[in-house]
């Protein structure tokens, strides 16, 4: 038997539930996306409520429609490569799929399911934070539905993370100030981290210690020597007596692979924490294949066509995206003198403006950069840009904060909805928020999934 999650963007989340919860019982077609996989995701990308013109009344089955509606809807899953999910609502804890219920899934979900095929569906019914229903695949039904992930301004779990396992000694503190399910919240989760060079290396090792279950690194540079000013965890070469060469000690990291210094800081901090580094730049197979797995990932790349990339990605599959960046800007008349800090922790949640509606990214930007072939993540050669330990430190530690905030909630509705903006000379920290009205990348990835 499948065992199939669903996965809902925030907003699509809260109009599906006025649809359906109102006083009078409704019910609708959620589009939606697959990631396949062992356990396979379905990915809300259009809520389609039943016109009230289609609404069939006396038929003595609840809420009826016709079955038209039913060909539009198989029209555009067919076209469009989607899947379908029929939701109504009953309310409670604990909702199940009456006899009713039943009934029009048997006769209505193996044709859907057989005519819009190699796709998983389902019928369900939605409740209080809760879901019941059943899966269907080329006309059969395989199983049922297990867990909601509802992104809003953080990742609602339902049902929230088990009461397995107490809270060890060494993370007593957090709990202390988050709660034993903040804690379970995050020992269970995934995070993606796409490079690891100066703000990176902070981010990693922060999440280290706040006991994330699962780390993901991607990068495929290697330590040189002007990386060790600022590289958390990688250490210079050293005098090495007999006894080191011997034992192949004091080396040092210079000309080591990035994400293998960053594996053995993580691992000397909480040893139990799973690692699957990727020494590929995104995006290739292998890191698409990793990080589309993920709860939630960070970006601290330096190439715009990187967090372009990375934008419709995390969109494509409802994945929360943190983009971490600063920059210097020397004084050109003084020097010595610093004209400019700004450092930004911008975040692309599935229910938020992505970095093209936030001004981060756009065609003219992506060609300049095209033009001029800047160094970054990508590896192309230009002059590179300063770097200081303490203002990736700054953002850094923000944007694991904001990591924090989505995989537990603490601030609930109070997070902005694009992040922050460091001014480093003014020492400030402010929040950035922003309407979203969903451009052309977001309307067209989100929640495509594997299509």
Wanted: proline share 5%; glycine share 12%.
């Amino acid at each position: 038997m499948i065992t199939a999650d669903l996965r809902i963007p925030g907003d699509l989340h809260d109009a599906l539930l006025a649809d359906v919860a109102g006083r009078t019982e409704w019910a609708g077609y959620l589009l939606c996306g697959v990631l396949r996989g062992a356990r396979e995701v379905l990915l809300g990308r259009e809520w389609c409520p039943v016109p009230a013109a289609m609404q069939l009344t006396g038929t003595g089955h609840g809420f009826s429609w016709h079955p038209d509606f039913d060909v539009q809807m198989l029209n555009r899953m067919q076209r469009e490569g989607l899947a379908g999910v029929i939701v109504h609502y009953h309310g409670g804890t604990r909702p199940h799929l009456s006899g009713d219920d039943r009934a029009t899934a048997a006769s209505l979900m193996p044709f859907l399911s057989s005519e819009a095929g190699d796709r998983l569906h389902a019928f369900a019914v939605l409740g209080d934070r809760a879901i019941s229903g059943s899966v269907y695949r080329d006309g059969t039904e395989v199983g049922a539905l297990g867990a909601v992930r509802v992104t809003g301004t953080c990742l609602d779990e339902w049902p929230a993370a088990g009461t397995a396992g107490a809270v060890d000694e060494r993370h007593d503190r957090l709990a202390r100030g988050f709660g034993e399910q903040a804690f379970r919240r995050l020992s269970q989760a995934r995070v993606g981290v796409v490079g690891s060079g100066g703000g990176a290396a902070h981010v990693l090792q922060q999440l280290a210690y706040l006991g994330i279950g699962g780390i993901t690194p991607v990068d495929a540079d290697r330590v040189d020597i002007t990386s060790l000013n600022r590289l958390i965890g990688a250490l210079p070469p050293r005098r090495r007596t007999l006894l080191d060469r011997l034992l192949g000690r004091g080396k040092g990291d210079v000309g080591r692979l990035k994400v293998e210094v960053m594996k053995q800081m993580i691992n000397a901090i909480d040893p139990d924490i799973e690692i699957t580094p990727f020494a590929e730049f995104f995006p290739t197979m292998a890191t698409v294949e990793g990080l589309r797995h993920c709860d939630l990932i960070v970006a601290c790349v330096d190439r715009l066509q990187v967090r372009d990339d990375l934008n419709r990605f995390c969109k494509r599959y409802l994945i929360p995206l943190i983009d971490v960046g600063i920059e210097i800007t020397p004084d050109r008349c003084r020097p010595g003198a610093v004209e400019a800090i700004t450092g930004r922790v911008t975040k692309v949640m599935p229910a938020g403006p992505c970095l093209r509606c936030q001004g981060i990214i756009d065609d003219e930007k992506l060609a300049a950069e095209r033009d001029g072939q800047p160094l970054g993540y990508t590896g192309a050669a230009r002059v590179p840009d300063p770097a200081v330990v303490t203002l990736n430190g700054i953002v850094a530690s923000a944007a694991a904060t904001e990591v924090l905030q989505q995989l537990t909630g603490f601030a609930g509705t109070s997070s902005p909805n694009c992040g922050w903006i460091y001014d480093g000379l003014a020492g400030t920290l402010e929040r950035a928020t922003k309407v979203y009205r969903g451009c052309g990348a977001c309307r067209y990835e989100r929640g495509l999934g594997d299509m």
